[in-house]
């Protein structure tokens, strides 16, 4: 049985998303005084979008990490369709183009095959085209197992319909129910960056708010961790900090352990001009260091990791400089809570 499903396009108005100050914007903050603010959700199980003001951080939204599957590229000018990289989720070519010769057995076999890779989309390099999965090959027509990493439900078949300027028309099924195919349209909505879609609601959610409305996620995801061998990275489910760089976000790592947080001041945005990068994973996850052998701390933070970040005020159309680093993991004796310390360093 063939389901039809029409999305219309995404209408969101900031009001849609519930937004709470922190405390420490009620006291006006000395110029010499850096703040901070812890956030309130798991980073391993909630994705948590923050706005920057010069006294304040605003969470803006929150969303659950397996709220969603696929994400459409929305306001950009590209076509990225990027994997529920939020809960870990990889894809295989299943080396079928016709939907119909898909089986139970096949997706099993290609499951059990210790030879073929899963690929997966790592959030940091979404400005890589090359390393995006879906997005380099899915327009061939190949049919693509999907694992959503999930704990039931969690294989699924795609396949690439067709797309046009506005839109993204594709296919899915449950390994579970093959004879079950869907069909959805997924529509562009102005001011979004992704639209993103669940197949387990088999149409659009909200994820993120809108682009000129958050700075930093605070997420987990699939990315690649350095191993005890420099130079050599692999696989690793984590969770960590990405950037708004679509709506103009830019982040200067400043790892000189010479350098102290408190001497970081507006000079150091002339001295570092030329080195603020775009990359979403600027700031990732590398602020952590395992803890101690014997230690009940599982992470300690990394005092060499400060960080410059600017970002567009839409309101006032100037660029904001802050300084930042986190400076803590816990919340209330539990881990995946980090702390953010920041400072605001002027305007442009």
């Not at 990289?85 to 080396?95: E, L, Q, R, V």
């Not at 694992?147 to 294989?155: C, E, F, H, Q, V």
């Not at 994973?281 to 803890?291: D, E, F, S, V």
Request: negative net charge.
């Amino acid at each position: 049985m063939k389901r039809q499903i029409i999305l219309p396009a995404i209408l969101l108005i900031s009001t849609l998303f519930p937004s709470c100050f922190k405390e420490i914007d009620t006291v006006p903050m000395s110029p010499s005084v850096e703040e901070s603010f812890t956030v309130q959700n798991s980073i391993r199980e909630v994705q948590s979008f923050y706005r920057f003001y010069k006294t304040a951080v605003e969470e803006v939204a929150t969303a659950s990490k397996n709220s969603w599957d696929l994400a459409f590229e929305s306001d950009g000018e590209g076509s990225r369709v990027l994997l529920g990289w939020a809960t870990n989720s990889t894809t295989a070519p299943s080396g079928k183009f016709d939907f119909a010769e898909i089986t139970q057995d096949l997706i099993l076999d290609k499951i059990n095959d210790t030879a073929l890779v899963w690929g997966f989309d790592d959030p940091t390099f979404v400005t890589i085209m090359d390393s995006l999965v879906l997005t380099n090959h899915w327009e061939d027509g190949e049919v693509y197992i999907q694992n959503r990493g999930l704990s039931k439900d969690t294989y699924y078949v795609i396949q690439y319909v067709s797309s046009t300027a506005d839109s993204y028309t594709f296919r899915y099924a449950s390994a579970q129910q093959l004879d079950q195919v869907h069909e959805a349209t997924v529509n562009r909505a102005p001011g979004m960056n992704y639209v993103y879609y669940s197949y387990e609601t088999h149409r659009t959610v909200t994820v993120e708010p809108l682009s000129t409305t958050w700075d930093l996620l605070c997420t987990p995801y699939r990315g690649w961790w350095e191993t005890d061998d420099p130079g050599v990275y692999s696989p690793f489910n984590m969770s960590g900090i990405m950037i708004n760089n679509e709506n103009g976000v830019r982040i200067v790592r400043i790892f000189d352990p010479e350098i102290s947080f408190g001497e970081i001041d507006s000079t150091y945005i002339d001295l570092y001009a030329n080195e603020f990068t775009d990359l979403k994973g600027a700031i990732g996850a590398n602020w952590k260091l395992l803890g101690a052998v014997g230690s009940t701390d599982l992470y300690t933070m990394d005092p060499d990791k400060k960080y410059l970040m600017k970002k567009y005020d839409d309101m006032t159309g100037q660029e904001m400089y802050f300084k930042l680093q986190i400076i803590d993991y816990k919340l209330d004796g539990q881990d995946h809570y980090p702390t953010i310390e920041f400072k605001y360093l002027g305007t442009e």
